[in-house]
């Protein structure tokens, strides 16, 4: 198992960049697929990003594509989300999960999931 630990959210103007950090625990955190999620109030969880074990593949919803960029780091467990251009409809709690093996975009396929970070952008 792992337990994800997500953090940097917090109030920003638009136009402006946050880094979003997912601290995992466990051992084989390399050998799993992560991806980043938000929900803002009142709307489904959306899918943003995600990267494979390797980093080599990676995926990103079209309203965040150029603006959003997911990394990991497999020695530190973390991934990260830098989040630029921001715009007051990115406003949202922000979920990092994990999966293993394929790298998918769908929300049921995540079995596990941090406690969310709130991102606030004003504009």
């Known amino acids: 198992q792992v337990q994800l630990v997500e953090s940097g959210g917090g109030l920003v103007q638009a136009g402006g960049s946050l880094r979003l950090s997912c601290a995992a625990s466990?051992?084989?955190?390399?050998?799993?697929?992560m991806a980043w999620f938000r929900q803002a109030p009142g709307k489904e969880r959306e899918f943003l990003a995600a990267i494979s074990w390797s980093g080599g593949k990676i995926y990103y919803a079209d309203s965040v594509k150029g603006r959003f960029t997911i990394s990991r780091d497999n020695v530190k467990n973390v991934v990260y989300l830098q989040m630029n251009s921001l715009k007051p409809e990115d406003t949202a709690v922000y979920y990092c999960?994990?999966?293993?093996?394929?790298?998918?975009?769908?929300?049921?396929?995540?079995?596990?999931w941090g406690q969310g970070t709130q991102v606030t952008v004003s504009s």
């Open positions: 466990g051992r084989t955190f390399s050998s799993y697929v």
């Open positions: 999960a994990a999966r293993t093996f394929i790298v998918t975009t769908k929300v049921g396929d995540y079995d596990y």
